[in-house]
């Protein structure tokens, strides 16, 4: 599966962005997906998730109400629509294949990282 995320950018704190993943080499509609992200000297770690059909989605605490996954199954592109941002949602995103979706706790991913993007939130 090769990944690639777009999107990112500098933005003052409350504005929006929206990110893109495009993905290739495996059949898009039969994978959970996802987005991470990783500030730095710090972990990587889960942000949103959403079902192979699209149905179900789940997020991290600190970003519902906030972020919106969705994908278009057509195009094979998963979204991340982030508004009402903060410095603290600084980061590189990474988009991924999971391995499976849960919709009680964060899904985890296949150990494939494509070129992330990078979001910078200033206050």
């Known amino acids: 599966v090769q990944l690639q995320a777009s999107g990112g950018g500098l933005v003052q704190a409350g504005g929006s962005l929206r990110l893109s993943c495009s993905f290739s080499g495996r059949a898009f509609s039969s994978l959970a997906l996802g987005w991470f992200r990783q500030a730095p000297e710090k972990a990587r770690e889960f942000v949103a998730a959403i079902s192979r059909s699209g149905d179900s989605t789940y997020y991290r605490d600190s970003v519902k109400g906030r972020f919106t996954i969705s994908r278009d199954n057509a195009r094979e592109v998963v979204y991340l629509q982030m508004t009402s941002l903060k410095p603290e949602d600084s980061a590189v995103y990474y988009c991924?294949?999971?391995?499976?979706?849960?919709?009680?706790?964060?899904?985890?991913?296949?150990?494939?990282w494509g070129q992330g993007t990078q979001v910078t939130v200033s206050s």
């Open positions: 991924t294949a999971l391995r499976y979706y849960r919709d009680d706790a964060p899904s985890p991913p296949y150990d494939q």
